[in-house]
């Protein structure tokens, strides 16, 4: 039989408790991914489509600037029939005006942005005309209905719609009003 070794009485014996070692991060989430993984496959099986792309992220707020909208406009904004090229036309107005609510375009800058004829935009932009969305300042700028959209605090729009009051009430938008088709 062996002989445990003897320690000297100058060195005392040295205890090591081990714990259970927690299984690598890595591996975790790997087996995650991995049956992750095979769940999108078993969708491409279906029909659907497979990315590398990273997921994607909840909408957040871009920029630093505040749209102010009237809400009843916009709410009424499908009794005006406008087209499509209109919506695009005014959408691309509302998000790109300055303090003044000029928008610096010209047709032929917004047809090449929309890839669609310069006329399609003229009819568009002469929609929104009609309806006192937007009217031309001079070429190449146009204003938006500052009482529509705006895009800065509330002092500086209180003060462009004291300075444009003549303009403004020579430029109403008016909400259509709509028959109901089953009362005629």
Known sequence: ???PLRRSAQAPAKTFRLAPA???SDAVNGMESAQ???LRFEELIDGGTFTKDAPRRPYVFYGT???SMSQVIEDNLWKFKLSGMSRDVLDHMKTNHDAEAL???TQSELAGK???SQSKVS???TQLSHHNFTWKERRGVYRLHPLYAYRWGSIKQRRLVRSLEKVLLAH??????VRNEATR
């Open 114 to 116: 929309f890839g669609v």
């Open 123 to 125: 009819r568009a932009i």
């Open 36 to 38: 992750q993984l095979l």
């Open 1 to 3: 039989m062996a002989q």
């Open 172 to 177: 109403e938008i008016v909400i259509p009003t």
């Open 65 to 67: 600037q505040h749209l």
């Open 22 to 24: 927690p299984p690598p």
């Open 103 to 105: 928008v610096e375009m």
